[in-house]
């Protein structure tokens, strides 16, 4: 195995370090798993994972076909060799039927157009004591960094002009909803674990603003305000962020939970 990729991960990578070590001590992978891992995005969990079950395999599927490439290139470029990528809607895939020991994912499963269809697809793919471990965000109210972005982009503007579109990372955060979508999807057991860790969104505001500019909430907002608005709330944005700069970074409040189910 060649040198880990950690300096060429994405920024998401770095976001997420903490909630990624609490998502994998729930994972509690076996040597001999095999592993989908659902929305893999460039494959940081998958790959992690891969390298856990020597003797078994894992699979990232996502959507996006650029996030595929990257994922392949990174686990070519740690020459992995039990770990395979896929460009595909978990939602309608078909999966090689009850296959897999465990499907897991982080932040990857928020955002599909019907959840009970999705979750019973993924649900066909387990094995009959198959696990389902998914690390999704709790409420936006519970979120500093989503609260923090809407209010700077909100601005003298008001709420409607941060008004966010598209699909909902909070979407899975109701525990009671969470429940009833895996129960009617054919899982049990379903349980939660409160996850507290701060996101990481750079070494200096420069770089922090440059990454919340990215997310699709913010650059949405923006391209629907005027360029002099625009420049305004770019500015609060940086306030914000230059207000939540310590020693070691910009960072932010988080709450997610690790979500636990078993095949029905
Ligand atoms: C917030 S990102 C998380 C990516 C990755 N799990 C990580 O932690 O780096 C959500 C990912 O889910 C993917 N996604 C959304 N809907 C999907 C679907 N129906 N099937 C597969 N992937 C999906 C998106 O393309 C995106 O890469």
Known sequence: MRQATSDLT????????????ALRRACGLQVHDHVL????????TTREAARTVQAGSALGVDVSAPA??????????????????????????RF?????????????????????AAFANIRRALRP????????????????????????????????????????????ADPQTVKQILGDAGFADVAF???????????????????VRGFTCTSEVLKRLDPAAAAHAIGRL??????????????????AWIVTARRH
């Open 129 to 172: 004591a198959g696990r389902l471990v998914m690390m999704v965000w709790q409420s936006h109210e519970r979120n500093e960094w989503d609260v923090a972005i809407h209010q700077s982009l909100a601005g003298l503007e008001g709420p409607v002009a941060a008004d966010s579109v598209g699909p909902d990372p909070f979407s899975l």
């Open 37 to 44: 891992d659902i929305g893999c995005g460039a494959g940081q």
């Open 10 to 21: 994405p920024g998401y990578d770095a976001e997420l370090r903490r909630h990624n070590q």
């Open 68 to 93: 595929i490439e990257r994922a392949r290139e990174f686990a070519r470029a740690e020459g992995l060799r039990n770990v395979t990528f896929e460009h595909a809607d978990a939602q309608v895939h």
């Open 193 to 211: 674990t409160d996850v507290r860790e701060p996101v990481y969104y750079g070494p200096d505001v420069a770089a922090a603003l440059e990454w």
């Open 238 to 255: 940086s306030e914000t962020l230059s207000a939540h700069l310590s020693d070691d970074g910009v960072w932010f409040d988080s709450r």
């Open 96 to 116: 090689p039927g009850e296959h897999f020991d465990l499907a897991i994912s982080r932040f990857g499963t928020m955002f599909f157009d019907d959840a009970v």
